[in-house]
C-alpha cells in the first residue's frame, strides 16, 4: 500500500476513534444547551474546544455525532446498493433474453429520476427523518451503476467454458449465481464499493444541508454545514467545524479507494 493510502488509512481510523470516544472525552452531550455560552467561539481554555453554536450546544460533541452518523449512513446505504446491485446486474446478465431488457430498462427509469424526487416519495411513505427512508433513498441512487458493471462482467462470464460446464452439468441458476458468477465480479465490486461510501455520504450531506436528511436532535455533517452556512459571518467556525470534517473524510475515503482499485486492478491484469 502506497504511503498516501497509509496516511489516509490512519486519518480515518483517528477520525473513527476520536469519533466514537467522544462521549466520553467531551463533558457534554451533543444536545447539551450551555445557555451562558451561545455561539461561543472555539477555546482551549474550557472545554468548548471547537466553540458552540447558536443555541449553546457544544461543536465537538455535535461534530463527532454528526461523523458517526454520517459514516454509519454512508456505510449501510454502499453495503446495500451494492448488494442489490450485484444480485440485479447478475440476474439479468445471465439470464438474459427478455427479462434482462426489461431489468435493464427499469435501472434506466431509476437512473433517470433525480434522487431528491425519489427522497421526497419515500418521504411520504416513511415518518419524516426516518433513516430508513434516508438510506434506501441513497442506496437507490447507487445501485444502478452496481447493476450495470454486474451485468457487464456477467455476460462476459456467461461465455466462459466453466460455466457451460456447469450450465450442462444440471447444476441450477441460483448455485451457479453464487458460487461461479458473484466470485469473479467481485474484484471489480469490492472497488466500486470502496468509492461508493464517500458518494453515499455526499449524497447524505446534500439530502441534509437541504433539509431532507437526519432530523433534530440529530445531525450529520451536512446538516450540520447548513446550520453554520447560516451563521458564517458572524460565527465562522460553525461552518468551518463540520466542512473540515467532511472534506478530511471524503479525500480520505477517495484516496484509500483509489488505491484499492489500482492495487485490484493489477493483480486481475
Not at 56 to 76: H, K
Not at 206 to 217: A, I, K, M, N, R
Request: glycine share 8%; with cysteine.
Amino acid at each position: 500500500m502506497k504511503k498516501g493510502a497509509r496516511a489516509a488509512l490512519g486519518i480515518i481510523v483517528l477520525l473513527l476513534i476520536v469519533a466514537f470516544a467522544a462521549p466520553w472525552l467531551s463533558p457534554y452531550e451533543h444536545d447539551f444547551l450551555d445557555w451562558e455560552h451561545l455561539a461561543a467561539p472555539p477555546r482551549l481554555d474550557d472545554a468548548h474546544w471547537l466553540g458552540t453554536d447558536r443555541l449553546g450546544r457544544d461543536l465537538f460533541a455535535r461534530g463527532m455525532q454528526a461523523l458517526r452518523v454520517s459514516m454509519l449512513i454512508g456505510l449501510v446505504a454502499a453495503l446495500a446498493s451494492v448488494a442489490i446491485g450485484v444480485a440485479w446486474g447478475a440476474v439479468a446478465g445471465f439470464i438474459g433474453g427478455r427479462l434482462d431488457a426489461f431489468m435493464m430498462r427499469f435501472v434506466d427509469i431509476v437512473y433517470a429520476l433525480p434522487y431528491v424526487f425519489i427522497v421526497i416519495i419515500l418521504s411520504s411513505m416513511f415518518p419524516r427523518g426516518s433513516l430508513a427512508a434516508l438510506v434506501i433513498a441513497i442506496a437507490a441512487v447507487g445501485c444502478p451503476t452496481m447493476a450495470r458493471i454486474v451485468r457487464g462482467q456477467t455476460l462476459t462470464l456467461r461465455r466462459r467454458e466453466f460455466i457451460d460446464a456447469a450450465i450442462v452439468s444440471g447444476v441450477r441458476t441460483p448455485h451457479i449465481l453464487w458460487r461461479h458468477i458473484v466470485p469473479n465480479v467481485a474484484g471489480p465490486v469490492i472497488a466500486y464499493a470502496t468509492l461508493a461510501i464517500p458518494q453515499m455520504i455526499l449524497f447524505e450531506s446534500f439530502l441534509s444541508f437541504l433539509g431532507l436528511g437526519v432530523q433534530e436532535p440529530y445531525a450529520s455533517l451536512g446538516g450540520l454545514i447548513n446550520e453554520g452556512a447560516h451563521e458564517m459571518e458572524t460565527s465562522p467556525w460553525m461552518l468551518l467545524v463540520p466542512a473540515t470534517l467532511l472534506t478530511v473524510l471524503l479525500v480520505c475515503l477517495n484516496v484509500l479507494g483509489d488505491a484499492l482499485r489500482a492495487r485490484l486492478e493489477s493483480r486481475h491484469g
